[in-house]
Every structure is written in C-alpha cells, then in structure tokens.
C-alpha cells in the first residue's frame, strides 16, 4: 500500500493523458460539489421554515366558536354561540392526554386594536386575558419584573405584563415596572415585560400585546364568563389531533351543537402541519440523495470507463508483468488503486468546495431576516463524510471492473498486442 514505487506509477498514468484525467476528476468533483450544495440548500429551506414554528409549541391546538351550519334539538342552524368559564371544568375532566388548557380572551376580538395610554401617551395594541400556563404554548422571556401568576387570577388582580414594543412606545427609557397604564378606562400596574421567540412579523405583533389576567379581564370589561377562544396542548405520549378531537365532542354535546357539524368550530393544529412539514422535508431530502447518488454513479461510471481504456492502453504491460511473476492480486490491486486515488483527490476538493461554499452562503445569509425562507444552509460534517465514503466505495467498485479484464489477460496474448 505504502509502497513508493507503486505511487510514482500511479502519478505517472494519471499524469500521462492530463485532459482526460481532469475531465474524468471533474466528473466526479461535480458530483459531490452538487451533492452538498443540494443537502445545504435543503437543510437551509428546512431551517427557515421550521424556523417560523418557533414560538410556538408544536403538540398545541387553538379551537374558537363560529356560527353553527346545521340545526339540531330545536335550534335552528346559524345560531352564535360562546364557550363559557364551566366548559374548562368539564374539559379537563373529560379529555386524556390533555397537557394545558389555557382559555383565552382578546379585547375586541382578533386584531382589535384597545386605546392603552400612560401619562400623556397613548396607542392602540393587543389586550389579551390569559392564564399563567400560555406560556407553555407561546414560549417566551421575560425581560423585566415577572409573568401572571395563580395569586393574579385567584384575585383578580389588576396587573399587566407588556411587550416590548409597548415598552418602547409608552416609556421610552423609563423603568415601566410598577407604573400604571389604563387600559380603556381601566387602570392596571405593570408588574413585567415580556418578548416573544417568535420571528419576523409575528415578532412585532407579539411585541404589541399585553397580557392581563384572565378572571380580571371578565370583570374589568364586562365579559361574564365568556371564553373567546382556547389553546390546548397535548401530552408528550398523546395525539394533538386526538385532544382537539375530544374537546370538540364535549364543547358539542355542551352547547347543542350537531356532532356533524364542521363549520361551529374553528381549530388549528399546530401539530398536525409541523407533521406534514417534516413529511414534506423528508421527501426532499429523499429526492436530494437519489439525485445526488446518481450524479456521483455518473462520475464513478466514467472513472470506470476511463481505467478500462487504460487497463486496454496498457495490455503489454500487464503482460509482460504477468511473465515477469507478477501476482493477479497486485495487478487488481494497482488498478483498483488508481481509481480509488482520483476518486478521492476529485471528491476531497469536490467536498471542500461545496462545504466552503455552504459556510459562506450561512455566514453571508446568517439566521436570516424575520421571514426569510432560507436559514443558515450547512450540512451536518457526518452527513459530508458520509459522502465522501460513499463516492470512495464506489470509486473502488469503480476500479474493480477494469482490474478483473487486466487479470483475466494472459501473458502470451499481452505480448502480442500492438
């Protein structure tokens, strides 16, 4: 293996014809550059789109109230309804595999703008009433002062927990902890401010909302025991679509509403398009590899090629080594050499350039902006050397084809050829 006169040889055939070995090395350096460029630019669509689920957590399901489609025990179809304070109760009881239930409420419904104002500022931002567990469904961090407790809904306190860009538009660069803001009339102290992990124009929707709690939300604003709408999540072990599926039966039976009735709900299930999302990525990432694989065999099909000429080239050799006591297994083993040796110096630089040019479109392009669909495009160094593995196998399988014709040639036949 080590041998220098073995090396000398081999440099010596692959530098005999120049162009026919670089067109043959470039065959193959295309096929893995192609390969990794294909794996970093799914890896980056795959990173800027699961990229969009973050903030949010992926076993959650979101259910609302609309107006009913078909009419049952005596009501007539078309008929509003609300969810009630009561219905959590029954839910929590009744459905397995529940996590949190978090019931929800928005001032003047989704994006309803709500008069905020601090001393002589005002806007208009996103006023929810929440319990503590949201923050089990919309990840978050707290930047000052702390989140809603038990104690605040327990006691209907009058507290809010602000967004960063209430902060910024409010207070500017005043400490906002325990300065009071009134909320259409309502005075609440601010005990917290919060940013979300959320990305690009959810980011700013998020940093407009403030979170007040939800028992001090129903009284403040007259709601009653209305619930505008829901967030559930899932146990780790248990179905998304299954909780959605049974909250849903018993908000039905609850409210009269037929068990048919598709369009009295509204629902979104984030597990359930993470899921299709990951199905969708694994099936590009299957395509890259078979496109990738064949354009390598394309490359190694042509390495094969080319020794087979150089296995005809040098007949004479062969057999006069043959005649000189040379043993089959060191004629395969010089030939089978050969192609793995320009299978590899052409996959190396094919690898270092296709990486190189992966780390540079991560560096150029970063984490992206808040909607960017393509984040941070690199493969995983495993995956690379993977690759190189592969192309090294099958340049040696390459090699084999060529090396079994050279031995099968015999001396007095070889020393004939012209």
């Known amino acids: 293996m080590f041998d220098l006169d073995r090396w000398q040889e081999i440099y010596s055939s692959l530098k005999k014809n120049k162009l026919r070995t670089f067109l043959t090395a470039f065959g193959v350096f295309w096929g893995i550059f192609m390969l990794i460029i294909m794996l970093g630019s799914g890896n980056g669509l795959e990173n800027g789109v699961t990229k969009k689920f973050g903030g949010t957590a992926t076993n959650s399901v979101f259910i609302w109230t609309q107006r009913t ?26 459905v397995n595999g529940l996590e949190h239930l978090v019931p929800r409420n928005q001032l003047r419904g989704y994006g309803g703008g709500n008069n905020v104002t601090y001393n002589n500022k005002s806007a208009a931002f996103s006023v929810m009433g929440d ?21 605040d809904i327990e006691d209907k306190r009058k507290v809010v927990i602000i967004g960063t860009n209430v902060r910024d538009v409010l207070f500017g660069e005043e400490n906002p902890i325990n300065k009071n803001v009134k909320i259409n009339g309502v005075y609440f102290k601010v005990v917290g401010v919060w940013k979300t992990k959320k990305t690009g124009n959810r980011s700013e929707n998020d940093g407009q909302t403030l979170f007040i709690p939800f028992s001090t939300f129903q009284k403040a604003f007259n709601y009653g025991n209305i619930v505008g709408w829901i967030a559930a999540t899932a146990l780790p072990n248990s179905s998304a679509s299954q909780v959605e599926e049974d909250i849903l039966n018993v908000l039905k039976r609850r409210h009269k509403v037929a068990p048919n009735d598709e369009r009295a709900f509204g629902s979104f299930n984030a597990q359930e398009k993470y899921e299709q999302m990951n199905g969708l990525f694994n099936g590009i990432s299957t395509l890259i590899w078979v496109v990738g694989i064949g354009t390598l065999l394309a490359g190694i099909i042509g390495v094969s090629n080319i020794m087979l000429i150089i296995v005809k080239e040098r007949t004479k050799e062969i057999g006069i080594r043959r005649a000189i006591g040379a043993t089959p297994i060191s004629i395969v083993t010089q030939i089978m050499l050969e192609a793995i040796t320009l299978t590899s110096f052409a996959g190396y630089f094919g690898l270092l350039f296709g990486v190189a040019l992966t780390e540079f479109l991560s560096s150029f392009l970063g984490e992206g902006n808040g909607d960017s669909i393509f984040v941070n495009p690199t493969i995983d160094l495993n995956v690379a050397l993977t690759a190189l593995s592969v192309l090294i196998f099958s340049g040696a399988l390459g090699g084999l084809i060529p090396a079994r014709k050279a031995i099968k040639i015999k001396p007095i036949e070889a020393l004939r050829a012209e």
């Open 131 to 151: 319990y503590p567990e949201v923050q089990a469904i919309n990840p978050m961090e707290i930047l000052q002062g702390r989140f809603l407790n038990h104690y």
């Open 69 to 94: 489609s078909v009419p049952y025990a005596g009501l007539p179809k078309g008929r509003y309804f609300n969810m009630k304070n009561e219905d959590m109760d029954v839910i929590r009881q009744e």
